[in-house]
């Protein structure tokens, strides 16, 4: 009933930057979390950047500084700007949505099917 779809992915040089997308659509009532993850070959998925409804954020460390987490609720999109790429981000990201579905009275957790990047040194 949730569909998220996300973009902007891609192969970067150290030092750059990309920002990804994510769209989610269906029937859809409201959206509460919104949260980008990664998970790099061998290792366990991780949270990178969280974001609530009413625009409050929350980062892992490593990426504190560098990376911004943002939404247009209008559009049920949410961004994740990435500057100063290392080798180290090299990841499939994910997005994943607490979504409160029409007439239904709680919600669900909704992943994205992810977009690889790759930051080579």
């Known amino acids: 009933q949730v569909q998220l779809v996300e973009s902007g992915g891609g192969l970067v040089q150290a030092g750059g930057s990309l920002r990804l997308s994510c769209v989610a659509s269906g029937s859809i009532y409201s959206i509460n979390a919104m949260d980008w993850y990664r998970q790099a070959p061998g290792k366990q998925r991780e949270l990178v950047a969280h974001?609530?409804?009413?625009?409050?954020?929350h980062y892992a460390d490593s990426v504190k500084g560098r990376f911004t987490i943002s939404r247009d609720n209008a559009k049920n999109t949410v961004y994740l700007q990435m500057n100063s790429l290392n080798p180290e981000n090299t990841a499939v990201y994910y997005c994943?949505?607490?979504?409160?579905?029409?007439?239904?009275?709680?919600?669900?957790?909704?992943w994205g099917q992810g977009t690889q990047v790759t930051v080579s040194s």
């Open positions: 994943e949505a607490d979504v409160r579905v029409i007439l239904t009275p709680y919600d669900t957790n909704n």
């Open positions: 974001s609530t409804s009413d625009e409050s954020t």
